[in-house]
């Protein structure tokens, strides 16, 4: 199944215990599908807290999201791990499931690898894992280059794509310029959909699309017909959600937004904090000057 298009990354719903709240979850990937009408979902990444998630856990929200999905759209595994060995034990796991893609970062403790051990690291990932792979550019210290990613696209058979993150439009354009043929780009630059779309990204897997879904698909969509006037009006829109929810508790923050349109979401998971209330009113502020109707009692 094609990736393309707007492919929100989920947030990881959990109890106040910490479980996952499988029912949640199973409402929100209903809702992104058959209510947002978003091109295909993505757990276990950054949104999701995928991070702190165990290899069961992973399981448990990727198959729920497959069950869900059931084909109506494509699933993105997320994997964010520290060695070769973790994330082939993790691809490992999800080897019977009907994953599209597996979403896979570079190492992210403090020390960072060559550019030929980190093409050995995804080559051999690429190798073991069932399903494709796309490497997740995002972990500063271990930041991939344009040409380290068009070499890694064009020889390594498996490998199928980027989520080009950290924010760097010119880095996406440079990708765009010398990759397009390669693989499948997707723009996680959260703050500038609209020019990411406008260079020629294939879509986008970032937070601002699971906030608020909608006006999301209304602006690829306007990219696509050419109707760059709309497009830029729902970019600027969109624009002020996005300062709202930045943070380093971002995907309690994207929470507390899905909350607010009456997505319940849980909570975050230890040691993150929830949104303060400064932020969650300034998160509010944004969802209103932006049209996003919320609903008389929200979840948050």
Not at 22 to 40: D, K, N, P, Q, T
Not at 144 to 159: H, K, N, V
Request: with cysteine; aromatic share 4%; net charge negative.
């Amino acid at each position: 199944m094609r990736i393309h298009g707007i492919v929100p990354p989920m947030v990881t719903p959990f109890a106040a215990d910490e479980a996952v709240d499988e029912a949640l979850l199973r409402a929100e990937v209903e809702y992104l599908i058959s209510s947002a009408g978003v091109h295909g979902v993505a757990v276990g990444g950054s949104t999701g807290e995928g991070h702190a998630l165990t290899t069961d856990e992973l399981r448990q929200v990727v198959a729920t999201a497959c069950e869900v999905a059931a084909g109506r759209v494509p699933v993105i595994a997320g994997i964010i791990v520290d060695s070769t060995g973790q994330a082939i034990e993790k691809a490992r796991a999800l080897a019977d499931l009907d994953v599209a893609a597996l979403q896979v970062t570079p190492v992210h403790y403090l020390f960072r690898p060559s550019d030929e051990m980190m093409f050995e690291h995804f080559a051999k990932l690429a190798e073991r894992a069932a399903q494709p792979v796309m490497i997740y550019n995002v972990v500063p210290w271990t930041y991939c280059s344009p040409a380290l990613l068009d070499r890694m696209m064009r020889e390594i058979d498996g490998l199928i794509g980027v989520k080009q993150s950290a924010g760097d439009l010119k880095l996406l354009a440079d990708l765009l310029m010398t990759s397009a043929d390669a693989g499948v780009i997707m723009s996680a630059v959260d703050a500038l959909m609209y020019p990411s779309f406008a260079l020629g990204a294939h879509g986008a897997i970032a937070a601002i699309l699971t906030a608020v879904p909608e006006l999301c698909v209304e602006l690829w969509n306007l990219v696509q017909d050419g109707d760059h006037t709309a497009a830029l009006d729902r970019h600027l829109k969109l624009l002020p959600i996005y300062n709202a929810l930045e943070g380093d508790n971002m995907p309690a923050n994207v929470k507390t937004a899905l909350a607010l349109q009456g997505r319940p979401a849980g909570v975050p998971r230890m040691p993150m904090p929830q949104s303060s209330p400064e932020q969650r009113a300034a998160i509010e502020a944004a969802l209103l000057k932006a049209g996003v109707k919320l609903p008389a009692v929200s979840y948050a």
